[in-house]
């Protein structure tokens, strides 16, 4: 357990009432203990109902759980207590983008977007949903005409070539800014992959700054079935993936193409 989950559990034991149950289920989300994030998450909002943090909360541990109705719900309520919520905006428009309801999607993570600007994985989803349906691009004012639009799910297809390397760009809550994971029966697990990496880099720095190492730069391992490298990318984390027949150092380059390749797009994006 780390210090700071053990000195928020501390204080929430001390006064069961404490909103601090919100920053000690995010805790444990991100260090990747669902069960009892879910618990210490569904325990404070019984107590906390209109508390529009805490039904946010409770749908990002939900979508990490896969229970994808529960997380819709609770960010519906939190727009009902703080309409124009960004967070509660980010996830449905995600959720819609997923399940294909694309006018859905481009209309709840425009509405993230401009209250947030900055946050590339919205600018990245909306750019997607246009590839995908250019009719629902917003025109431009003027005579000049709209930059063109990069589907965002082919970024590394150039870089990786084989279809059997794969490449996905993760935002700090999760989220698919970019890539695909495909399955050999063509589902994209990507969606489920960066609900169980959320949090991972501030696990990997949390871990390095207690080692005195510094900050972490690459983890590169081998599965039963493939050989896998991450990095740090843009306030998330770049996962490349490759069959376990391809050498690891041939993984690590493929790595550090993809990284290059993912700095120049969100150079433009800039």
Not at 32 to 39: C, D, H, M, N, V
Not at 187 to 201: K, M, N
Request: glycine letters at 10%; one cysteine or more.
């Amino acid at each position: 357990m780390s210090d700071d989950i053990r000195a928020l559990s501390e204080t929430l034991a001390a006064d069961p009432s404490s909103v601090v149950f919100v920053q000690l289920g995010e805790a444990l989300r991100r260090s990747g203990q669902l069960e009892l994030a879910w618990r210490v998450a569904s325990r404070g909002l019984e107590r906390h109902a209109q508390r529009a943090d805490a039904h946010d909360l409770v749908a990002r541990i939900a979508i990490d759980r896969g229970d994808v109705p529960r997380a819709r719900a609770e960010w519906e309520s939190v727009l009902t207590l703080s309409p124009g919520h960004g967070g509660a905006q980010k996830g449905l428009g995600f959720l819609c983008f997923q399940q294909g309801d694309l006018d859905e999607a481009a209309r709840y993570l425009g509405a993230a977007l401009a209250s947030d600007p900055l946050d590339e994985s919205l600018a990245a989803a909306l750019d997607t949903v246009y590839a995908s349906h250019p009719d629902r691009r917003p025109l431009e004012e003027g005579p000049t005409a709209p930059a063109p639009v990069v589907d965002a799910r082919t970024l590394f297809h150039e870089v990786l070539g084989d279809p059997s390397q794969t490449a996905i760009l993760l935002d700090a809550d999760g989220y698919v800014v970019a890539g695909q994971y495909l399955t050999a029966d063509g589902r994209d697990l990507g969606a489920d992959i960066g609900a169980q990496l959320s949090g991972v880099s501030d696990e990997a720095n949390r871990a390095m700054r207690h080692l005195g190492l510094g900050r972490w730069r690459q983890i590169v391992f081998e599965s039963e079935t493939a050989s896998v490298a991450m990095a740090p990318s843009g306030g998330g984390v770049l996962l490349v993936a490759a069959p376990r027949s391809v050498p690891l150092g041939y993984v690590r380059r493929l790595l550090e193409r993809s990284l290059e390749r993912a700095r120049r797009w969100m150079g433009r994006r800039a």
